[in-house]
């Protein structure tokens, strides 16, 4: 097996583990908690993955998250104030959606990505607008002060 092949399966992999625990966490009524409770984590962990990873700029947040995880591919639009990031499928939401599982979109994607951006500046602004759980697309609205543009 290549290496290419190993890493679809890796990734296939992790996005149903991540369904997987959704759907128990909602099952036993302890979903809305831990989305919380990682949500307050995330804006810990942020500035050190940014580090980490070498994230530089808020859409690199989008585009890495892309590329590694494969799950949701985010399109990066330009505004005047920053950027819209707009995906219009996302594996782990469809699964979740197959399972009945309860809404994926904050606890495992969202929540760490605004983490992530606002460890680059925490005057970055992040607003979700829609979500492919709810809506017909993921939408994130970035809105970024004139310093860092």
Do not use: H, R
């Not at 097996?1 to 996005?15: A, D, G, P, R």
């Not at 505004?79 to 995906?87: K, N, P, R």
């Not at 939401?93 to 990505?113: S, T």
């Amino acid at each position: 097996m290549n290496t290419e092949v190993k890493l679809s399966v890796l990734q296939s992999i992790y996005t149903n583990v991540l369904a997987e625990s959704v759907f128990y966490y909602n099952k036993e009524g302890i979903l809305n908690g831990i989305v919380k409770e990682k949500k307050e984590k995330s804006f810990v962990s942020g500035k050190g993955l940014v580090e980490n990873f070498g994230i530089k700029y808020p859409e690199e947040v989008f585009t890495w998250c892309s590329e590694v995880f494969n799950c949701a591919v985010w399109d990066i639009n330009k505004t005047e104030e920053g950027f819209l990031a707009i995906a219009e499928k996302c594996k782990l939401c469809d699964i979740c959606k197959k399972l009945g599982a309860g809404m994926p979109c904050y606890i495992y994607c969202l929540n760490p990505m605004e983490g992530m951006v606002k460890g680059i500046n925490s005057d970055i602004k992040f607003k979700v607008l829609e979500t492919l759980w709810k809506g017909k697309k993921c939408k994130v609205e970035i809105i970024v002060n004139n310093d860092l543009k």
